[in-house]
């Protein structure tokens, strides 16, 4: 085995050769940490990396291995950490430029559980600003590159960690969705992305846009998914919204999709989607009939909740931050964010309430058209990465786009909570990766997971690399 391809296992993998003996978590990080060296200064995926706590980790990970008939479930495992996340000692700098030397002084409830469970923590992974937008770039360390294609993005507001899983920068990534921010990503790195319910995993300090913001794993294949969400999961005190939960994910992984309704939409009825993207998706989609499903073309009869919903609760979020202070630090912001923040300094309070109350109507809305579905499918996303840097795709099948409206796919399941994951399901005519969204009723989230590994079973991706060395 190449250690390239040592840094491209599983996490499952890894565990099970690490009970084997077969080779060591100091020596799976080492070799990760060495890729990182190579590849993260052209690929700008780790705004902090943390080599020697990932080495005492993977130490104290070796000594589990050796003295301990049940190491902790993620012992030895190399895990990157969104940089929105609070870790103590560490940097937490948002992506802003204000908060660049902003050290923490606590743990965030997941990172509580990642250490319990033995991760061994490579660094924090690059965002833009507050995770604003769907591309990862920030005046702290520039862009995140896609690992497929130098110079594309990697997508955002996760970008940072799906570049790293692409590149064989570890098995295991944290991410969060306010808007499509895990899927996105994922789909235009070509690995794996789970929104899971609203709720499950807690969330401390709360997100700007509370009620759409979800934590979730990103990995290389669904397996690992499952792994990091039976530790992510579970209610905490400081998040007085999370949800308990006991499902063991890993194990509802088992089990088939016989019989299963399934709704196939290839614009919700509303988006613009490149037409080599929609052929690419139908084809995919149309394969779960072999996995005994029955598909039917179909969608709620509903208008795109961009401008009356997302947008006003998105915008407003970001403006409440900066009401009193605006002026005083406009020049350290992101120049599309100030933009985002001016127009939510123009809304009214009744406008954000009517709002509010519209995400509800569009919940119920999808709730009841779940009635007759057991899984929904659409792209993920309707283009192919875009030029690194840039707020968004400029234009879909020549129609314009704006920050966050040409995530069409997304959004709209930020709004209902439902779960909902990306899987890579193929690749446009520049070699750059297209993925399939699989969306569940809700808080169903085993039926989302189950029906990805199916589709991993039937479609793999997990051998696909992209041109790195």
């Not at 990534?173 to 899927?183: K, M």
């Not at 499918?377 to 966050?404: C, E, K, R």
Request: hydrophobic content about 40%; aromatic content about 8%; glycine content about 10%.
């Amino acid at each position: 085995m190449t250690e390239t391809d040592l840094c491209y296992l599983s996490a499952l993998q890894l565990r099970d050769l690490y009970q084997k003996g077969e080779v060591s978590p100091v020596e799976v990080t080492e070799a990760v940490l060495r890729r990182m060296d190579q590849l993260n200064p052209s690929l700008n995926a780790f705004i902090t990396t943390t080599p020697e706590l990932a080495l005492k980790g993977a130490r104290a990970a070796e000594k589990a291995y050796q003295t301990d008939e049940s190491p902790p479930p993620l012992a030895g495992i190399p895990t990157s950490i969104k940089d929105l996340v609070a870790m103590t000692g560490f940097r937490t700098t948002r992506g802003s430029w204000r908060y660049r030397d902003s050290v923490s002084d606590f743990d965030a409830p997941i990172m509580d559980r990642f250490h319990a469970a033995g991760a061994v923590i490579i660094g924090k992974t690059n965002l833009p600003e507050f995770g604003w937008k769907g591309d990862s770039t920030n005046r702290i360390i520039g862009s995140t590159h896609n690992p497929w294609q130098h110079g594309r993005t990697a997508g955002g507001s996760s970008g940072g960690g799906t570049a790293a899983l692409a590149a064989g920068l570890g098995p295991l990534a944290q991410g969060s969705d306010g808007a499509g921010s895990i899927r996105i990503p994922t789909s235009f790195c070509g690995v794996y992305g789970l929104k899971p319910s609203w709720g499950i995993i807690p969330q401390y300090p709360a997100s700007a846009v509370e009620l759409f913001s979800h934590l979730g794993p990103m990995t290389r294949t669904v397996a690992d998914s499952a792994l990091m969400l039976n530790i992510m999961a579970g209610a905490d005190p400081r998040d007085r919204l999370s949800i308990p939960t006991d499902t063991d994910y890993l194990a509802a992984l088992e089990g088939d999709l016989a019989g299963l309704r399934v709704a196939w939409s290839p614009d919700l009825g509303y988006a613009l989607v490149d037409p080599e993207v929609r052929e690419i998706v139908t084809k995919a989609a149309l394969r779960f009939e072999e996995l005994g499903c029955h598909v039917e073309e179909a969608h709620p009869n509903l208008e795109d909740p961009w401008e009356s919903i997302v947008h006003v609760i998105w915008a407003s979020a970001f403006a409440g931050i900066h009401l009193h202070d605006l002026d005083a630090v406009r020049d350290q912001i992101d120049p599309g964010l100030v933009r985002v923040i001016e127009q939510g300094l123009e809304l009214t309070g009744a406008e954000v309430a009517i709002a509010y109350a519209k995400r509800n109507d569009y919940y119920h809305a999808w709730r009841e058209f779940m009635e007759g579905y057991d899984l929904v499918l659409t792209p993920t996303l309707p283009v192919t990465a875009f030029p690194a840097g840039d707020d968004h795709p400029g234009q879909i099948d020549g129609q314009p786009t704006t920050y966050l409206s040409w995530t069409a796919f997304t959004y709209p399941f930020n709004i209902t909570g439902q779960p909902a994951a990306s899987v890579p399901c193929g690749f446009d005519h520049n070699g750059l990766p297209v993925g399939l969204q699989i969306v569940g009723r809700w808080r169903d989230d085993v039926t989302v997971l189950r029906a990805s590994a199916a589709f991993e079973a039937l479609a793999p991706w997990a051998d696909k690399r992209p041109p790195l060395n």
